[in-house]
């Protein structure tokens, strides 16, 4: 059995993130949890924009840490703006049973 890997793409907007995720998940046939489709969702469910940008973050680093838990590895796809989001990525979230 191969060791899941969490592979996180931040960079600024428009930098080429989200076309290396795609192409990344083709090849490795990993998913990718992109934090911009994450916010446009909760748009529409009607949450304002105020309030989404840190929750966004939030459901991504819960998605993946589902996944890596089960044993497969992710793709994550987030600009990753400030140190919180990105300190997410590095600590690992405590699980309760």
């Known amino acids: ?3 899941q890997k969490l592979i996180v793409l931040a960079g600024l907007p428009g930098s080429g993130k989200s076309t290396l995720a795609e192409g990344l998940s083709r090849r490795l046939s990993v998913p990718v949890f992109s934090v911009d489709p994450i916010e446009a969702a909760m748009w529409r469910g009607g949450l304002d924009k105020a309030q ?3 929750a966004a973050y939030d459901v991504a680093v ?6 890596l838990r089960l044993g497969h590895s992710v793709i994550v796809d987030a600009v ?5 989001p990105r300190a997410a990525w590095r600590t690992p979230t405590p699980r309760g049973s």
Request: hydrophobic content about 40%.
């Open 52 to 54: 989404t940008g840190v």
């Open 80 to 84: 990753n703006p400030v140190e919180a």
């Open 62 to 67: 819960t998605l993946a840490d589902e996944h």
């Open 1 to 3: 059995m191969t060791a």
